[in-house]
Nanobody
């Protein structure tokens, strides 16, 4: 199984980025997908998640209304559209796959992880 993130970069506050996560080696439709992030010196935290069919989404309060997670059913990839970025969004963003029907906010519930992509937001 391989998860590969892309789309990270350096932007100014208020700008947007779209992250992508391409999965291979698993039955994509059977996995809920999540995004987590980890800033320097901090724990890895939940950002957003979507069910296997893409019909339900979940967000951390800190990104609700600014970030959108999406997937086209069983099709690759899964996206994270990030708007109105803030300096506090700066982190490495990780894609993760969970075989639970309902996505979890807990990273322990995710079986597979990508290597991460850096997002840096300057003020």
């Amino acid at each position: 199984v391989q998860l590969v993130e892309s789309g990270g970069g350096l932007v100014q506050a208020g700008e947007s980025l779209r992250l992508s996560c391409a999965a291979s080696g698993l039955a994509f439709r059977n996995y809920a997908m999540g995004w987590f992030r980890q800033a320097p010196g901090k724990e890895r935290e939940f950002v957003a998640a979507v069910t296997g069919r893409g019909d339900n989404t979940y967000y951390a309060d800190s990104v609700k209304g600014r970030f959108t997670i999406s997937r086209d059913g069983a099709k690759n990839p899964v996206y994270l559209q990030m708007n109105s970025l803030k300096p506090e969004d700066t982190a490495i963003y990780y894609c993760a796959a969970s075989d639970l029907a309902t996505p979890s906010v807990y990273r322990e519930r995710y079986r597979y992880w990508g290597q991460g992509t850096q997002v840096t937001v300057s003020s």
